[in-house]
Every structure is written in structure tokens, then in C-alpha cells.
Nanobody, 123 residues
Framework: QVQLVESGGGLVQAGGSLRLSCVAS????????MAWFGQSPGQEREFVAA???????YYAESVKERFIISRENAENTVDLQMNSLKPEDTAVYYC?????????????????WGQGTQVTVSS
């Protein structure tokens, strides 16, 4: 397994921006896809965005025009730039790795998870 540590969460007003970061360790980072999920209280963990080792990406429809996932293989990091934030984006955001099927949006297809970072968007 790979170890993942997220940072960058916080409180922001609607319309604002945040940048989340995830640092990976334990394996060669550049070999595997990475993703971000969000989980609101009482809800299932939901897919947000994923990025391949070469930089290909796919997004949830709800964030497609607002969020950008990126990675820096030399630094073992994957970031999520969150723009035009809405109160409904409020969630704990998790970094995920060890994707078993590229294109999947299901948490069960990811084998490694970080501890999460809280994002709160006020109206």
C-alpha cells in the first residue's frame, strides 16, 4: 500500500477557492493513478476527480468546470484546485490511490486512502 497525507482544507465563503494537496509515500508515485473523493455528513463517499500517471484526467459532472486535478511526480504530490466553491461542496475530501480500473468512480476500486481534510463552504 501507499501512504497518503492530505492538507489544505479549511473554511471559505461561497465563490472562493481552495487548493488541496496530497503527498504520497511508500511506492514509486509515478506508476499509479490518483484521485480525490468527497464525503458529506451522512452521505456516501463520492468521486470528484482522477488523474493518471501521464496526466489524463476525468471528473465528476458537478465539478467539471470548477475543479482541476494535477500531479507533480517528482514531488509525489497530487493537488485539487477548487474554484467557484459552493456550500454543497462542503465535505471531507480524501486522496485515493491503487486504482484497479481506470475510469472507475467507485470507492471500492481504490485500495489506499488518506485520512481526509475538511472543506467547509459558507453561504
Amino acid at each position: 500500500q501507499v501512504q497518503l497525507v492530505e492538507s489544505g482544507g479549511g473554511l471559505v465563503q461561497a465563490g472562493g477557492s481552495l487548493r488541496l494537496s496530497c503527498v504520497a509515500s511508500g511506492r514509486t508515485f509515478s506508476n499509479y493513478p490518483m484521485a480525490w473523493f468527497g464525503q458529506s455528513p451522512g452521505q456516501e463517499r463520492e468521486f470528484v476527480a482522477a488523474i493518471s500517471w501521464s496526466g489524463s484526467t476525468y471528473y465528476a459532472e458537478s465539478v467539471k468546470e470548477r475543479f482541476i486535478i494535477s500531479r507533480e511526480n517528482a514531488e509525489n504530490t497530487v493537488d485539487l484546485q477548487m474554484n467557484s466553491l459552493k456550500p454543497e461542496d462542503t465535505a471531507v475530501y480524501y486522496c485515493a490511490a491503487d486504482l484497479r480500473a481506470w475510469g472507475s468512480r467507485w470507492p471500492r476500486d481504490f485500495g489506499s486512502w488518506g485520512q481526509g481534510t475538511q472543506v467547509t463552504v459558507s453561504s
